[in-house]
């Protein structure tokens, strides 16, 4: 049994944690912890196997507080668990067993736990998975190996990445020269576009080359264009989409697979990179998502799930502030909770978002529910 030890400064992060391990028998949690003096006084007194921790802790961060846990209980490993890509390197220089993206998904967890198992029981890895790469497009660029936690890409320039992705969002396809051109180097005039162009395909080759990633990029139609081919390789975006539309109707028989789509959307296609024509595909798996992750919440909500369903709609918010919809949805959960400060505040939270940021006034559908359960509970 490897005994497990959660640190996160959210209750609701500490509970959907729990949660999610007590689909593993071989896990048992013997603690938790929502601050790094009461983690690393239980690490002292329990020395457990494994720390969840999450990276962001009050009053010490924490990559010091694992630091530290190490001295107290030098057999423990790290778990790291953050929002934050950016935290990944320094935390494998702490000789992190593993960190996790929040919102962790089902799958993604499972990967973790097995690799506990194999530190701790020296069982072999399932073979089929060995090979496999796949390629994340859902939030930060990235991309991973038999499992493991993924890797950003190393371009040499910011072109190299954005042909890259230009490619890869039209493989399979033939993609003109002159279309690249007038994309990357409008500017310059065909003999100079040209030479930063076959520069930069053969940076990204060797990019791909040093990565171990089977992704070719050829010269086609006697170099008036080029084509990319990425069957090789799992794209997370096409995995994502897929699995959404050959789901079944929602019911509690199958909202933990409802739930593993919903956590694999980790973020908007191409994440935060600014590419004009990356809108249309953002918008499109943008609209899918909300739409599945209401269908969820409300079933939930049917189902008397209510803290499943506050937990979805608050990572919802997250990725998109402006979405009244969710927001009215969420107040009347926290309403029905008896949550009513939390109500308020997630009012408080939209308005500020949708009038001081947007500049536009709020829904009439949203003031009236509002105002009417203000009136409802001053008596008047």
Known sequence: MIRALLADDEELALYQMQKMLAAHPGIQVEGCAMEPAGTLELASALQPDVVFLDIHMPDMNGLRTAELIQ???PKTDIVFVTAYEAYALEAFELNALDYLLKPISMDRLAKTVRRMEERFTG????GAALGEVRLHLLGSVTYSKNGLAPQPFKWRTTKAQELF????????RFVGKDEILQLLWPDFDSKKGSTHLYTTVYQIKQCLKQACLEISIHNVSSGEGYMLEADKVRIDAVEWEEGIRCMKEFSPANHLLHQKWFDMYRGEYLGALDYLWAEGERERLRI????????????????????EAVILLKRMLELHPYYEEGYLILMKLYDQMGEHSAAEACFSELKHNVEEELGVKLSPEVLQWYYSRRREKSGT
Do not use: K, M, P
């Open 71 to 73: 001295q107290v209980s």
């Open 123 to 126: 069982s072999i890895q399932d």
């Open 165 to 172: 992705l230009y490619l890869l969002h039209h493989r399979n």
């Open 288 to 307: 899918i998502w909300l739409h599945h992750a209401s269908q969820l919440a409300d079933s939930y909500r049917e189902d008397g799930l209510v803290l």
